[in-house]
């Protein structure tokens, strides 16, 4: 039983839970609020020790001896009632409104509301690893080196250790801010319609979709088992705070597989895995890069245009990446399978983002000789391409 969750009753063998609980009487916590004295005095120690790595290691072992004592990964838990009114939270602010006026696009950044409840309700995001990186952040938290190695990080700051200080500089799979999908769903679909996501991944995105003021039906497909489980119990957790029936359907599957979606999808939106950035359980190792673009993108792709109206739009949330060295060119690679399969290009947006770096959009032409602009490479953007279906 690694530190910070168990396993999950047999009825769900091997899938995570956390094993921390809430104290009663609190909606949320760290794990961590009783030891604050205790982490002040260890980083006043720290801070004022001769700087040198043999000065400094004794209270770097108390650092490390408090947090194995709490054993509690370092993200925010909820209570019942926490969760709840978080969902409470991302309503109102899809209910106010947003005057997002960003030149550029959707700021990632328009609010936290909802980002630590999808942590919390999806251990399985941090039990990925990514291809440069051997653990995941949770194999890195149960494991003493790897935590140790965060800790004169944490103990730059009074707060204690924080999910940051695991993550360090190295790749990690991220979630998708709530707030900033319910901002896209919101403003590009029409009221009461149906939205597709294509890669449901960690709930970000249903979580905004079905707090948006314009009443949704969110489908979503994913192949893997567990965060299937795990999207159910958010969507379950929504509508006991909406009120709300039979407003999202989920598909245990890839989004190239063919699915029973024609024509009835309002708006689609997402953003996909990156070839062999990080390993999932669902990933073929095997794969090639090549063999991906033709049958996971491609494939995706043709499904989108299937699932939806005649002159509906879709939208999609990437950027390049490298595998083995060599830059891959996905944006321009997605865009153009996009023309292939009958796409017309919209418009380029961006993504405030703090995770992977800036990307250009290379010059592509669609079929109306309608040139794809770049994105400022000035602003750390992701972009968001705009396609519609004729």
Not at 58 to 67: C, H, I, N, S, T
Not at 212 to 239: C, M, Q, V, W
Not at 288 to 308: D, K, M, P, Q, S
Request: glycine letters at 10%; charged letters at 25%; proline letters at 5%.
């Amino acid at each position: 039983m690694r530190a910070g969750y168990r396993c999950a009753p047999s009825n769900d063998e091997g899938w995570l839970e956390w094993k921390y609980r809430v104290p009663e009487g609190r909606l949320s916590a760290t794990g961590y609020e009783e030891t604050r004295d205790e982490w002040v005095a260890i980083r006043q120690a720290y801070w004022t020790a001769e700087v040198t790595e043999e000065a400094r290691a004794p209270y770097l072992k108390e650092a490390l001896d408090l947090v194995q004592r709490v054993g509690v990964f370092p993200i925010t838990h909820y209570s019942t009632l926490g969760a709840e009114l978080e969902v409470q939270l991302c309503r109102e602010h899809g209910l106010a409104g947003d005057n997002q006026t960003a030149p550029y696009g959707v700021k990632s950044s328009l609010s936290r509301a909802g980002a630590d409840l999808c942590h919390f309700m999806f251990p399985n995001l941090f039990d990925i690893r990514g291809i440069k990186v051997n653990n995941s952040l949770l194999q890195k938290f149960e494991t003493p080196d790897l935590l140790q190695k965060a800790l004169p990080r944490a103990l730059s700051t009074p707060g204690g250790l924080n999910l940051s200080d695991v993550k360090g500089q190295q790749p990690h799979a991220t979630n998708f801010y709530p707030m900033a999908a319910q901002h896209i769903f919101t403003t590009y679909a029409p009221e009461g319609g149906v939205v597709w996501d294509p890669s449901c991944g960690f709930g970000g995105r249903l979580l905004g979709a079905l707090t948006s003021r314009k009443h949704f039906t969110y489908l979503g497909t994913d192949p893997a088992e567990e965060t299937i489980h795990n999207l159910k119990r958010l969507g379950g957790l929504i509508e006991g705070v909406t009120g709300r029936t039979h407003s999202y359907e989920l598909y245990e599957q890839g989004s190239e597989e063919e699915i029973d979606l024609k024509g009835e999808v309002d708006f689609a939106f997402t953003s996909p895995p990156y070839f062999s950035l990080e390993w999932y359980e669902t990933t073929d190792k095997t794969q090639g890069l090549e063999e991906w673009f033709e049958e996971y993108v491609r494939g995706t792709i043709r499904n989108i245009y299937r699932a939806l109206k005649p002159g509906a739009r879709y939208a999609v949330n990437l950027a390049d990446f490298e595998d083995g060295g060599r830059e891959v060119s996905f944006v321009d690679q997605w865009a153009q399978i996009s023309f292939e399969e009958g796409f017309r290009f919209i418009s380029l947006h961006g993504l405030d983002i703090t995770a992977r770096p800036n990307t250009e959009l290379r010059g592509k032409w669609n079929n109306a000789a309608r040139r794809i602009a770049t994105l400022n490479a000035g602003v750390r953007q992701e972009p968001i391409l705009h396609f519609y279906k004729p």
